[in-house]
T-cell receptor
Framework: GENVEQHPSTLSVQEGDSAVIKCTYS??????FPWYKQELGKRPQLIID?????GEKKDQRIAVTLNKTAKHFSLHITETQPEDSAVYFC??????????????FGSGTRLSIRP | EAGVTQFPSHSVIEKGQTVTLRCDPI?????LYWYRRVMGKEIKFLLH????????ESGMPNNRFLAERTGGTYSTLKVQPAELEDSGVYFC????????????FGEGSRLTVL
């Protein structure tokens, strides 16, 4: 089955700097890669996703890149702000498949933004 | 529309006792998932319902865990008897049958087994 590795487990950056979180996956059939953000005491929420037919996607200060050959994908946050502090989870799945429609998550990255 | 709701938000029980967690998905969402997160680790898949049927229960740890979704609406996850290693946050998530991929999570039920 699918296995998702995520690094680093914790990340502290100065406000205004960039943050990068990296993930690798094992199942070459996975074709959907979402990123979830969980603020303290709140539910995980989708912030951005990418499908395997594109290599990069951007939404304001957030971007994701995907390298299918190497089976890794990354989250980039630019101009970080205090409200970016949270735990970020990467994930991989095959939506629309039969028994493989579950989403497999990485172990999470706790991002702290220093003022 | 109302989001995914879970009850209780926090439960503290002793080893050997029974706990039942409940999840109410978003109305119209046929897919319902249970996940668990132990401190510092991944959000681990437990099982997936499509309506009232178990689509995939490969993540269920053992037979002390029983999930049901009678009528295809809300779901319950029972742990009986609870062990120390069952402690963690249990998340429920739902999505439409025509799944674009996005999961809508509840706020989780934190289970502490003493």
């Amino acid at each position: 089955g699918e296995n998702v590795e995520q690094h680093p487990s914790t990340l502290s950056v100065q406000e205004g700097d960039s943050a990068v979180i990296k993930c690798t996956y094992s199942d070459s059939a996975s074709n959907y890669f979402p990123w979830y953000k969980q603020e303290l005491g709140k539910r995980p929420q989708l912030i951005i996703d990418i499908r395997s037919n594109v290599g990069e996607k951007k939404d304001q200060r957030i971007a994701v890149t995907l390298n299918k050959t190497a089976k890794h994908f990354s989250l980039h946050i630019t101009e970080t702000q205090p409200e970016d502090s949270a735990v970020y989870f990467c994930a991989a799945s095959q939506p629309g498949g039969s028994s493989a429609s579950k989403i497999i998550f990485g172990s999470g990255t706790r991002l702290s933004i220093r003022p | 529309e109302a989001g995914v709701t879970q009850f209780p938000s926090h439960s503290v029980i002793e080893k050997g006792q029974t706990v039942t967690l409940r999840c109410d998905p978003i109305s119209g969402h046929d897919n319902l998932y249970w996940y668990r997160r132990v401190m510092g680790k991944e959000i681990k898949f437990l099982l997936h319902f499509v309506k009232e049927s178990k689509q995939d229960e490969s993540g269920m740890p053992n037979n002390r865990f029983l999930a049901e979704r009678t009528g295809g609406t809300y779901s319950t996850l029972k742990v009986q008897p609870a062990e120390l290693e069952d402690s963690g946050v249990y998340f429920c998530a739902s999505s439409r049958l025509q799944n674009t991929g996005e999961l809508f999570f509840g706020e989780g039920s934190r289970l502490t087994v003493l």
